[in-house]
């Protein structure tokens, strides 16, 4: 059974970067059959897609072209964990994040999420 | 961007009785690999989403029979045979065709 554990700071202030980490159980990040993504829930913005990364003999990320110039995912195969890094955040950036598997035999569909974090940024 | 379009936004259902649900997108869903990349996500309240189907009709590990996915090309359906308790939240369509992946904006399914 796959387990992502979420951490990271609930509130982080205007212009700031926002830092997560997504630790993973039951399988690697270097899957070459899995995906590991960012994905954030608003109110306003409903579910959205920020991007991910994956492992294909070598590392790619795919990322959403709303946060294409703040967003980096970067994984570390040492720990079997990913992260998400936001760039000079607003008050529009506040939302729970959630990281989340999408996998081959699922249909690229996200099959396994994290709990959520809910980030606040402060203006 | 795919915009997925849901409909009803709202659906009070009597206990026993069938729910359905619909999502439309804004062009075909059909990848050029000959899938459809098209899955029903249900969340909770104070849960994250939790995948109910993919490919449209692929019930996920665990998925109760009760639940069932039909469409193709841009029409897809959701149907809950018979609605229990445990299945009053929001559901989601959600494509992985095309990046970036889109959502529907959620229909929340209530009881009478």
């Known amino acids: 059974q796959v387990q992502l554990q979420q951490s990271g700071p609930g509130l982080v202030k205007s212009s700031q970067t926002l830092s997560l980490t997504c630790a993973i159980s039951?399988?690697?990040?270097?899957?070459?059959?899995?995906?590991w993504n960012w994905i954030r829930q608003s109110p306003s913005r409903g579910l959205e897609w920020l991007g991910r990364?994956?492992?294909?003999?070598?590392?790619?990320?795919d990322y959403a072209a709303s946060v294409k110039s703040r967003i980096t995912i970067n994984a570390d195969t040492s720990k079997n964990q990913f992260s998400l890094q936001l760039n000079s955040v607003t008050p529009e950036d506040t939302a729970v994040y959630y990281c989340?598997?999408?996998?081959?035999?699922?249909?690229?569909?996200?099959?396994?999420w994290g709990q959520g974090t809910v980030v606040t940024v402060s203006s | 961007d795919i915009v997925m379009t849901q409909t009803p936004l709202s659906s009070p259902v009597t206990l026993g009785q069938p729910a359905s649900i619909s999502c439309r997108s804004s062009?075909?869903?059909?990848?050029?690999?000959?899938?459809?990349?098209l899955s029903w996500l249900q969340q909770r309240p104070g849960q994250p989403p939790r995948l109910l189907i993919y490919k449209i009709s692929n019930r996920f590990s665990g998925v109760p029979e009760r639940f069932s996915g039909s469409g193709a090309g841009t029409d897809f359906t959701l149907k809950i045979s018979r609605v229990e308790a445990e299945d009053v939240g929001v559901y989601y369509c959600m494509q992985a065709t095309q990046f970036p992946r889109t959502f529907g904006q959620g229909t929340k399914v209530e009881i009478k």
């Open positions: 062009q075909s869903l059909v990848h050029s690999d000959g899938n459809t990349y």
């Open positions: 990364t994956l492992y294909r003999s070598k590392w790619s990320n």
């Open positions: 989340a598997r999408d996998e081959d035999t699922s249909g690229w569909s996200i099959d396994y």
């Open positions: 039951g399988d690697s990040v270097s899957s070459n059959s899995a995906a």
